[in-house]
């Protein structure tokens, strides 16, 4: 049995759960090694105490899974036949209806809650999404050299849009040469969708890229990431275009710093929300407090945006294997907008940086 599944059966013995039913894409990729975007389609994995796992997919996909090492049974199922009878059936044979019964607050439906509540009506629901986000906190060596490598590439997205950066081009044709050069190096899919913004544009932390012209005198705000081989990366960096006036320089700067400094206090037993403390400290006292307007990162590996929350409230220790984001930002309407962003990985000696693009403010000419 996979390692990851005894851990997950070890998790449901503590919790006083028998069963879990995963349906999120990326728990079943966890548990599964197996990655698909079901559309509206019924995927799940269902874990057990009373016997061995099973995959519920669309029978079109049940050699891919096969393919990606799934060694268990399976319900594979055709587009005419409903998933959850199947499902229930295979219970049935098998004499072990669960009485407790772990998913996904935030992926079932409550359609598919409903579906569930219909085969199983005398079965206790109850809410497990944490318990599987602990799990996944925790990298091993194999998650480590694959977020290494997710780094490297958006260290080379970066400088692909760097290099890219001219007078009159727009922030879409930026996006299009950094995903096509990326496309180059083997990357199928970006970790979200890449942002480039353009002067007044990057004072928006979630802007919108579009057809805005590169000018003089512009921040330029990249934000991108990249999927390999199942796990994300997430790097933003901020460059000025032919100059930079002193507002602009004291706002880069004063982001620098404060990400530098949580980044020092990205240290083992530490509690998440130090850090976000520790940049916001810092921002505050020059005069921006009221500009960094979001928390300092998020945990990061299947997934763009995992468990932990690096918010200011969290308590949550910092624990090696623990694999997360730094990306203070100062974003002022009519001004500049600045975000600098890192992975960051927990070591016994406190925290690596994996991605390495500079961080001193780059004039491009």
Not at 31 to 37: E, F, K
Not at 191 to 212: D, E
Not at 250 to 267: F, H, M, P, R
């Amino acid at each position: 049995m996979s390692t990851r599944i005894e851990a997950l059966l070890n998790e449901l013995n503590t919790k006083e759960l028998d069963s879990i039913l995963v349906t999120s894409p990326a728990n079943v990729y966890y548990l599964s090694n197996y990655y698909t975007d079901p559309h509206e389609r019924v995927v799940a994995v269902y874990v057990t105490t009373q016997h061995d796992p099973i995959l519920i997919l669309p029978a079109m996909e049940a050699e891919d899974a096969k393919a990606a090492g799934w060694n268990y049974s399976m319900i594979d199922y055709h587009d005419h036949e409903d998933p959850w009878e199947l499902f229930l059936a295979f219970l049935n044979k098998s004499g072990k209806i669960p009485e407790t019964l772990g998913v996904e607050e935030d992926y079932l439906t409550l359609s598919r809650y409903n579906s569930v509540k219909g085969i199983l009506p005398d079965t206790e629901v109850k809410q497990s999404q944490e318990l599987l986000a602990s799990l996944r906190v925790i990298k091993n060596q194999q998650e480590y050299e694959l977020l290494k490598k997710a780094a490297e590439l958006a260290d080379f997205g970066v400088q692909t849009g760097v290099n890219a950066l001219k007078e009159g081009i727009t922030e879409l044709e930026v996006i299009a040469e950094i995903e096509y050069e990326l496309k180059k190096q083997g990357v199928q899919a970006m970790s979200f969708s890449t942002m480039v913004l353009f002067g007044q544009k990057a004072a928006s932390p979630h802007g919108t890229p579009g057809s805005a012209k590169l000018q003089p005198g512009d921040m330029v705000l990249f934000d991108l990431g990249v999927i390999y081989e199942g796990y994300c990366s997430d790097i933003t960096r901020t460059v000025a275009f032919k100059s930079v006036n002193d507002e602009q320089m004291k706002i880069y700067q004063t982001v620098l710093d404060g990400q530098l400094k949580a980044i020092e206090a990205s240290q083992l037993g530490t509690a998440v929300g130090n850090i976000d403390q520790a940049a916001r400290d810092h921002i505050e006292a020059n005069g921006y407090g009221k500009y960094f307007n979001h928390r300092i990162g998020h945990g990061l590996g299947i997934e763009t945006h995992e468990y932990p929350s690096l918010h200011g409230n969290n308590t949550t220790p910092l624990e090696k294997g623990m694999c997360y984001t730094i990306e203070p930002g100062i974003y002022v309407p009519k001004t500049a907008g600045v975000r600098i962003e890192d992975m960051i990985f927990v070591t016994e000696n406190g925290a690596e940086i994996l991605t390495k693009f500079p961080k001193e403010l780059q004039i491009v000419e």
